[in-house]
């Protein structure tokens, strides 16, 4: 009797939230990512070192609303005034900004609208179904419990938070013995290195995209609805909290049936791409500017970045 007495309003709460006709929830996240970036090198000053690196902070901390339903959703930026100064640097010149992204967890479709490099692009494809692995391990956030979730995924060519700095070229050996000779030899090996290098793009030459990454998620099934953050779903319950390499994405508010409801729809102006299209489109612009990044850098004509492990 106990137990039928426990399952009614659990029932009642699964209606309420999961099948009503015009449920709707609003749901605030804050992204995280960190970078352990080098500017500059020593043809900047501190100071111009300083702000970039302000800026670059407010790039990597952002605020997010997931406003969603039964079946679709959407995550949008909210948008920051723009930061004076910043050394210079524009990162959404490098085709870094956000745009609408629109999923439908039914049709297992989403739309993202983004713009790079001053053009729109509307992203159309199949969302990706992760291989969750459910543990019993819970926890807290805010006023709900949540059970964690992991999986391994693909790792997006173009998000730049995944990028590492390639290691050492190798060991060049002893000098022992060789002396003067094996100097020698070091010297022209770095000549050639350094030849090469300038032949080189002056990023992708120094860094590497792992091929995997396992993703930690933490869903509460108070919330029965399998929706989540960006492109995170699949699970039997809200997603709270994402963990993806150097990325955390944290829920602050939620927000149940609110009075004034949205409507969601996905995005429809803007050049249509598959996803695979826009990635080598980007990755090409981005090697673009690095390569006459670089060959500004060794003219001496400003500093660049480097991304350190």
Same mark, same amino acid.
């Given at each position: 009797?106990?137990?039928?007495l ?7 709460f699964?209606y ?35 702000m ?25 930026e ?21 745009g ?6 039914? !049709?297992?479709?989403? @739309?993202? $609208? ?10 159309k /494809? #199949? %969302? ?44 060049r ?8 000779e094996? !100097?020698?030899?070091? @010297?022209? $090996? ?8 300038d032949?080189? /793009? #002056? %990023? ?12 930690t ?21 809200l ?19 609110? !009075? ?32 006459r990044?670089g060959r ?14």
């Amino acid at each position: 009797m106990s137990k039928k007495l426990f399952f009614i309003p659990l029932l009642l709460f699964v209606y309420q939230f999961g099948f009503s006709q015009d449920f709707q929830g609003k749901a605030v996240y804050q992204s995280k990512t960190t970078m352990d970036m080098d500017f500059g090198g020593r043809q900047m000053s501190e100071d111009q070192k300083k702000m970039i690196k302000e800026r670059m902070k407010s790039f990597l901390e952002k605020s997010f609303i997931l406003t969603f339903d039964r079946t679709s959703a959407t995550y949008l930026e909210e948008e920051k005034l723009e930061q004076p100064g910043g050394g210079g640097v524009n990162f959404r010149a490098f085709g870094m900004g956000s745009g609408k992204y629109y999923k439908n967890i039914q !049709e297992q479709a989403y @739309t993202n $609208q983004t713009e790079m490099f001053g053009k729109v692009f509307l992203i159309k /494809d #199949s %969302l990706k179904t992760l291989d969750w692995k459910l543990s019993s391990e819970s926890r807290k956030i805010g006023n709900y419990t949540c059970y964690k979730a992991t999986a391994v995924k693909a790792v997006d060519s173009t998000d730049f938070s995944n990028f590492r700095r390639r290691g050492s070229r190798g060991n060049r050996g002893s000098r022992g013995t060789r002396g003067t000779e094996a !100097e020698a030899e070091e @010297t022209t $090996q770095k000549q050639d290195s350094t030849a090469k290098e300038d032949k080189e /793009d #002056s %990023l992708f030459s120094r860094i590497e995209i792992p091929k995997e990454i396992e993703i930690t998620a933490w869903y509460t099934p108070e919330i029965p609805i399998s929706m989540g953050p960006g492109e995170y779903w699949g699970l039997p319950g809200l997603i709270l909290e994402v963990s993806s390499g150097r990325t955390t994405i944290l829920c602050s508010k939620i927000v149940m049936n609110p !009075e004034e409801k949205v409507v969601i729809e996905a995005p429809t102006k803007g050049k249509e791409v598959t996803q695979e299209a826009y990635n080598k489109i980007m990755m090409d612009k981005v090697k673009e500017m690095s390569e006459r990044f670089g060959r500004g850098n060794r003219r001496g004509n400003g500093g660049g970045f480097r991304i350190r492990n």
